[in-house]
Nanobody, 128 residues
Framework: QVELVESGGGSVQAGGSLRLSCAAS????????VAWFCQAPGKEREFVAG????????DYADSVKGRFTISRDNAKNTVYLQMNSLKPEDTAVYYC?????????????????????WGQGTQVTVSS
């Protein structure tokens, strides 16, 4: 199993920015697709953004397109989520997840069931 540790969450006002980081415990994690999900109280975990193993393919939930950017630095075994123009409805716990069942996947996967290892989550709170 690959261990993931998220960081960078916090409290900001609407319109502000945060950058989340997801650091993996193993160098081989750079060979796998990764995604960010969020979960607000009383709601199911939702796809936010995903990236293929090489970083060549990315995709986003409609609600964050144009505001969030996912990227990865495989040399650092880290995936980032740059969050700009934050809205109160972005408030949630954000999780990163890695899909280790297949190497070198060039696709982005949207269901949480497609991912095998998860981080502990980081809280993002946006106030109006």
């Amino acid at each position: 199993q690959v261990e993931l540790v998220e960081s960078g969450g916090g409290s900001v006002q609407a319109g502000g920015s945060l950058r989340l980081s997801c650091a993996a415990s193993e160098r081989t994690s750079s060979n796998y697709a990764v995604a960010w999900f969020c979960q607000a109280p009383g709601k199911e975990r939702e796809f936010v953004a995903g990236i293929s193993w090489s970083g060549g393919n990315t995709d986003y939930a409609d609600s964050v397109k144009g505001r969030f950017t996912i990227s990865r630095d495989n040399a650092k075994n880290t995936v980032y989520l740059q969050m700009n123009s934050l809205k109160p409805e972005d408030t949630a716990v954000y999780y990163c997840a890695v899909r280790i069942r297949r190497l070198y996947s060039s696709s982005v996967f949207f269901s949480p069931w497609e991912y095998d290892s998860w981080g502990q989550g980081t809280q993002v709170t946006v106030s109006s």
